[in-house]
């Protein structure tokens, strides 16, 4: 079974920074890693993914503020986010794509999501 844990969440104020941290169990290989939010009332939204090869894509209310990265050999993903706004606070959910277990492979799986809150 492939779960996906975040870690790294928590309570920021305007212009801080916080470090995300997705790990990926019982898996061999992960196509795309990433991260997407959800707001209260809004629709769940990408933030950044990266592929295997390191190819990225961030959405444009973050391009210059929030990197990706990942480590292939832990099947890890992270979200670096600096300059953090009020209007980052949401639930980060980590997501993976393109999944190969011993046994199966998985279209996608999402983790159980962690709170940013951005607040002074």
């Known amino acids: 079974q492939v779960q996906l844990v975040e870690s790294g969440g928590g309570l920021v104020q305007p212009g801080g920074s916080l470090r995300l941290s997705c790990a990926a169990s019982?898996?061999?290989?992960?196509?795309?890693m990433g991260w997407y939010r959800q707001a209260p009332g809004k629709q769940r939204e990408l933030v950044a993914t990266?592929?295997?090869?390191?190819?990225?894509n961030y959405a444009d209310s973050v391009k210059g503020r929030f990197t990706v990265t990942r480590d292939n050999a832990r099947n890890m993903v992270y979200l670096q986010m600096n300059s953090l706004k009020p209007e980052d606070a949401a639930v980060y959910y980590c997501?993976?794509?393109?999944?190969?277990?011993?046994?199966?492979?998985?279209?996608?799986?999402w983790g159980q999501g962690t709170l940013v809150t951005v607040s002074s």
């Open positions: 997501n993976a794509a393109g999944i190969a277990t011993l046994t199966r492979w998985y279209r996608e799986v």
């Open positions: 019982a898996v061999i290989t992960i196509n795309t």
């Open positions: 990266m592929t295997s090869s390191g190819r990225t």
